[in-house]
């Protein structure tokens, strides 16, 4: 037996009886009796987490016997069944399904990108076209005030040399 620590504490534990109510667990070690801030020493036959019994560590042991070596190494051993190998096919789906869920999910916002790139580049065109619509516009209205001025020029000049003659 080493001398580390028991692996249960029963500092701070309870336990409820109909009869005391709430009351304090004590293990195995105190007597109920003893209310002592001390810690009792640890009796030789209270076995701790890492104590391997020694049953365990003699191979002629009737707990490792033929049958339970077979039993473990057949634990120990990577299954070849037919169910182990659709596991395995369906683990290998679900990886492929969730990388291309993913691109998938890139490739929406790429195109969400796209789109809004699209709109912008509408606007931005139809922005211009009004601008050259407007430019457009402007000089017409200025062809057509020439043309108007030109042909009043005209019909005065017209006139004053017919009233010449």
């Known amino acids: 037996m080493s001398a580390e620590p028991q692996f249960l504490s029963f500092k701070g534990l309870k336990q409820y009886t ?70 395995r096919t369906i683990a290998a789906e679900v990886n492929l399904l969730t990388q291309r869920m993913a691109l998938q999910r890139e490739l929406q916002e790429r195109l969400q990108r796209i789109d809004q790139d699209l709109v912008d580049l509408r606007s931005t065109i139809l922005q211009h076209l009004q601008e050259v619509e407007q430019a457009a ?24 040399l017919n009233a010449d003659r």
């Not at 516009?137 to 004053?160: G, I, M, N």
């Open 18 to 87: 109909p009869e005391d109510g709430w009351g304090q667990v004590h293990n195995l070690t105190q007597p109920q009796t003893a209310q002592n801030d001390t810690p009792p020493p640890v009796p030789e036959n209270v076995p701790t987490l890492t104590d391997i019994p020694e049953s365990a560590q003699d191979s002629s042991s009737p707990m490792l016997d033929a049958s339970m070596q077979s039993l473990f190494e057949q634990l120990r051993a990577t299954p070849n069944d037919h169910l182990t190998q659709t596991w």
């Open 137 to 160: 516009t402007q000089q017409l209205r200025s062809a057509r005030h020439r043309a108007d001025v030109s042909a009043l020029a005209q019909s005065k000049l017209a006139a004053k």
